[in-house]
């Protein structure tokens, strides 16, 4: 089945959004997103939007690369405990984890961090390096400790609000917020909060498109706060324009189909015929779809097919 949004995206990517968020500039494409455990760590804290990166690293991959690359880092290697039942092996220690672009501090019992003095050390020097700090339920305590939440508008698990407000006189602590992203740090309420600020993250680096995807494959009900998606760009800003083109080349694409299934022809073959200029392909894409059966015969139709036939590498000889 087609994306039956395609002309609602291609009409928001020709609209940019309202108040873009560049990505910041990195070496390469792939993103490292650290995931902090502890001892006594809230289950879904973690797993809800160590979920959504996961899912979004292929969603979002370009040329083979991933868009994230997902690890968890915790004070030893050794097997810790969630809920009280589940058993983790961390990936990294704080003192040997890859430099994070993004880390999510899930709650629980997040007093293990505050008490860690090597845990705290690495949030600190992780904070202002990094592209995005999040937080998850009681992990706004954690990130309180570095200073970035005074005179800022910050949330947490609704029974925690009043500690938080205490905890840091200076900040604006909002309650019934499911997220509120500051830029260069990002706080949600509790326990499945997370899957909508990392859904949030997600739209917010690459795009709009690629968090819809994430969320259908995650079968949640996502749900972006209006204020948000008037933000979001459509297409992954994080990619070059070879990159969107081909992005954009599959939303025309799926737009040539709905033509063709409602007998507009002409429109469809417009459609195709810049979806396929933009690099979309291969040729027995376009053969098998029953969608574009309709424009079968068509002597457009055939020269579009001649167009990605001319694209094929000679053969070796």
Same mark, same amino acid.
């Given at each position: ?15 940019? +959004? ?22 006594? #760590? ?12 996961? /899912? ?19 004070? !030893?290697? &050794? *097997?810790?405990? !969630?809920?009280? $039942?589940?058993?983790?092996? *961390? ?10 672009? #993004?880390?999510?501090? *899930? ?5 293990? @961090?505050?008490? %860690?003095?090597? /845990? ?7 904070t202002p390096e990094a592209e995005v700090a999040m937080t998850v339920c009681t992990g706004a305590f954690v990130l309180a400790k570095t200073g970035v939440m005074a005179g800022k508008d910050v949330t947490t ?6 500690? @938080? ?12 917020? =499911?997220?509120? %992203?500051?830029?260069? $740090?990002?706080?949600?309420?509790? #326990? ?23 969320? =259908? ?40 189909? @709905?033509?063709? =299934?409602?007998?507009?022809?002409? &429109? ?5 015929? !810049? ?6 392909? *291969?040729?027995?894409? @376009? ?11 068509? +002597? ?18």
């Amino acid at each position: 089945m087609k994306n039956v949004l395609a002309v609602v995206l291609l009409a928001l990517w020709a609209a940019p +959004p309202a108040h873009p968020a560049a990505p910041r500039a990195r070496a390469g494409y792939t993103r490292n997103v650290a995931i902090v455990l502890y001892e006594g #760590v809230e289950l879904l804290d973690f797993a809800g939007p160590g979920e959504v990166f996961k /899912a979004a690293a292929q969603i979002g991959g370009v040329d083979g690369m991933p868009a994230f690359r997902v690890y968890t880092v915790a004070a !030893s290697r &050794e *097997p810790l405990t !969630s809920q009280g $039942f589940v058993k983790i092996l *961390p990936e990294f220690t704080f003192a040997d984890a890859p430099p994070p672009d #993004v880390f999510v501090i *899930p709650g629980g019992n997040s007093r293990r @961090l505050l008490d %860690d003095a090597a /845990a705290m050390a690495w949030v600190r020097k992780a904070t202002p390096e990094a592209e995005v700090a999040m937080t998850v339920c009681t992990g706004a305590f954690v990130l309180a400790k570095t200073g970035v939440m005074a005179g800022k508008d910050v949330t947490t698990h609704f029974g925690s609000l009043a500690g @938080l407000q205490k905890a840091v006189p200076e900040a604006r602590v909002q309650s019934g917020r =499911r997220f509120v %992203d500051n830029g260069s $740090f990002l706080t949600t309420a509790g #326990v499945s909060a997370g899957i909508d600020g990392a859904l949030h993250l997600v739209a917010r680096l690459l795009g709009r498109v690629v968090a819809d995807q994430t969320a =259908r494959y995650m079968e949640y009900a996502w749900s972006p706060e209006a204020t948000a998606a008037g933000t979001y760009a459509t297409l992954n800003p994080s990619t070059d324009a070879r990159g969107r083109a081909r992005q954009l080349a599959d939303e025309t694409y799926n737009l040539a189909c @709905l033509f063709a =299934r409602a007998g507009r022809t002409a &429109e469809a073959l417009d459609a195709l015929e !810049s979806a396929v200029k933009d690099g979309f392909g *291969p040729r027995d894409v @376009l053969e098998r779809d029953e969608d574009l059966a309709p424009l079968r015969g068509n +002597p457009r139709f055939a020269a579009i097919l001649s167009t990605l036939d001319a694209r094929k590498p000679a053969p070796k000889s």
